[in-house]
């Protein structure tokens, strides 16, 4: 299985995993349907189902559109307000698509219906793929929109971090820099960190994406797979894993706000001279 890395909107991905054998091809948030359907045509595959990790717009905004174009796709997702879906899934189920298998992994805390779809393909060597959505991120992971922190530390530890650890991490957003900004915060020892965040600006400069990382790499340098740590332990004044991670999602929130008030406030003062450079 082959999958395909698609940046689209500001920071957004969607992606297209082809099977090789039979050139049938799933969408995972296919945001941009013309783009993606371009990308169809040019690879010979047949698009045959959508995978949603959320109805978000950034994620679900190109569903209707696709099955207005291919009227017999699938469209898949855990949430009923996922535009245009045609089969609901729950925790646990599998779906069949040939030779690739998914298993639904219910993932509730950005969204109350966030699913995120764990991905194999029988009879092949390759690691297996999870799409992570807004739940994981590279390094980071989503904001606690319409859930807590139980459930996420639930998401993170016992769903997703019990994966194995070669498992390949696709997720939503490309937001690896910010994370790790933040991480090196966090953990100002943590040498992953460092090397991760320089290797991350460096596909910047290329204009490459930093997916996928893997399961195993993001336990090495991402703090919300890091709970247990004495560094992030430390950041966050606590030692129960789930005030460690509400914590710790707290000041990321405040870590990102804090960048968006200051910046834009004193580059405008600045341009009205209210502030010497
Ligand atoms: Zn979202």
């Known amino acids: 299985m082959k999958v395909k890395v698609i940046s689209v909107l500001e920071d957004n991905y969607m992606y297209l995993v082809i099977e090789e054998d039979s050139k049938d091809a799933i969408a995972v948030d296919p945001a941009v349907p013309h783009r993606l359907l371009e990308i169809v045509k040019r690879e010979g595959v047949r698009l045959t189902a959508v995978l949603t990790t959320h109805h978000h717009w950034d994620h679900a905004r190109g569903n209707e559109a696709l099955v207005k174009e291919i009227p017999e796709l699938r469209v898949y997702g855990g ?3 996922i535009a245009g879906l045609t089969h609901k899934v729950t925790n646990g189920q599998e779906l069949k698509f040939n030779t690739i298998n998914v298993r639904c992994l219910f993932t509730p805390c950005h969204t109350s219906g966030h699913m995120c779809y764990f991905m194999w393909e029988d009879d092949c060597t390759d690691s ?5 959505g807004d739940t994981l991120f590279v390094g980071g992971c989503g904001r ?4 807590t922190a139980e459930q996420m530390y639930h998401n993170l530890t016992e769903v997703l ?3 194995p650890l070669d498992t390949k991490v696709f997720c939503g957003h490309e937001y690896t820099i910010k994370n790790l900004k933040f991480a090196s915060l966090v953990e100002p020892e ?5 090397e991760m965040l320089s290797w991350a600006r460096a596909r910047d400069d290329d204009d490459k994406p930093t997916v996928p990382s893997t399961l195993l790499e993001e336990f090495e340098y991402n703090p919300f797979l890091r709970l247990s740590e004495e560094g992030v332990q430390k950041f966050t004044g606590q030692t129960d894993p789930i005030e460690v991670l509400r914590v710790l999602r707290k000041e990321k929130d405040n870590f990102k706000k804090r960048k968006e008030r200051v910046l834009p406030h004193a580059m405008l003062a600045l341009e009205w001279g209210l502030l010497r450079p």
């Not at 943590?190 to 460092?194: F, T």
């Open 79 to 81: 949430d009923d307000r």
């Open 128 to 132: 297996p793929a999870v799409f992570t």
């Open 144 to 147: 606690f929109f319409e859930g």
């Open 161 to 163: 971090g019990t994966l």
């Open 190 to 194: 943590n040498e992953k960190v460092k």
